[in-house]
T-cell receptor
Framework: GEDVEQSLFLSVREGDSSVINCTYT??????LYWYKQEPGAGLQLLTY?????DMKQDQRLTVLLNKKDKHLSLRIADTQTGDSAIYFC??????????????FGGGTRLMVKP | DTGVSQNPRHKITKRGQNVTFRCDPI?????LYWYRQTLGQGPEFLTY????????KSRLLSDRFSAERPKGSFSTLEIQRTEQGDSAMYLC???????????FGPGTRLTVL
């Protein structure tokens, strides 16, 4: 079955880089996503990567994908207090396959200390 | 506001009562999803519509749960004979057929006493 796992908690100092890790088991995953959830709010898509890519960079965010090890990471450069939130890794088979339902990890709570 | 909206935002009910939630997707989105998120967990897929057709249902969706999207626009999720284990945040998301991004609503938090 599908399984997506993340560590529960990460604490960093403001200005440092944060690295949030995720592992998944479904080798047919086509797209891998990072979502952000702030208290009382819905999920916000930060970025996604197609499975034939190794890296994707978007401003302060860098996504690295190791497909062989089924390992995904999200690096946030120059972490700010506003980045404090829960970050979810998710995978799907893509919008052209079977509805593109997302399978989420349990989330990593990022705490940024001033 | 052109985002996904959900109503009510909070619902407190007694065990055994029926509840209904509504989701209004982004207007041009033909795909609509329901997810459930319990405390400290990631969202779990419940069901998905393409236009008015319900194309996929999770094993999590027991026969007490029913979802509709009668005109391919808004959707309702009904839970009959609620149980304490139904307490969760119910999230709705929508997307276009060709897009990867699912836009999530703020959720309806259900508490069953």
């Amino acid at each position: 079955g599908e399984d997506v796992e993340q560590s529960l908690f990460l604490s960093v100092r403001e200005g440092d880089s944060s690295v949030i890790n995720c592992t998944y088991t479904d080798s047919s995953s086509t797209y891998l996503y990072w979502y952000k959830q702030e208290p009382g709010a819905g999920l916000q898509l930060l970025t996604y990567i197609f499975s034939n890519m190794d890296m994707k960079q978007d401003q302060r965010l860098t996504v690295l994908l190791n497909k062989k090890d089924k390992h995904l990471s999200l690096r946030i450069a120059d972490t700010q207090t506003g980045d404090s939130a829960i970050y979810f890794c998710a995978e799907s088979m893509g919008p052209r396959n079977a509805g593109n339902m997302l399978t989420f990890g349990g989330g990593t709570r990022l705490m940024v200390k001033p | 506001d052109t985002g996904v909206s959900q109503n009510p935002r909070h619902k407190i009910t007694k065990r055994g009562q029926n509840v209904t939630f509504r989701c209004d997707p982004i207007s041009e989105h033909n795909r609509l999803y329901w997810y459930r998120q319990t405390l400290g967990q990631g969202p779990e897929f419940l069901t998905y519509f393409q236009n008015e057709a319900q194309l996929e249902k999770s094993r999590l969706l027991s026969d007490r749960f029913s979802a509709e999207r009668p005109k391919g626009s808004f959707s309702t999720l009904e839970i009959q004979r609620t149980e304490q284990g139904d307490s969760a945040m119910y999230l709705c998301a929508s997307s276009r057929n060709i897009d990867n991004e699912q836009f999530f609503g703020p959720g309806t938090r259900l508490t069953v006493l």
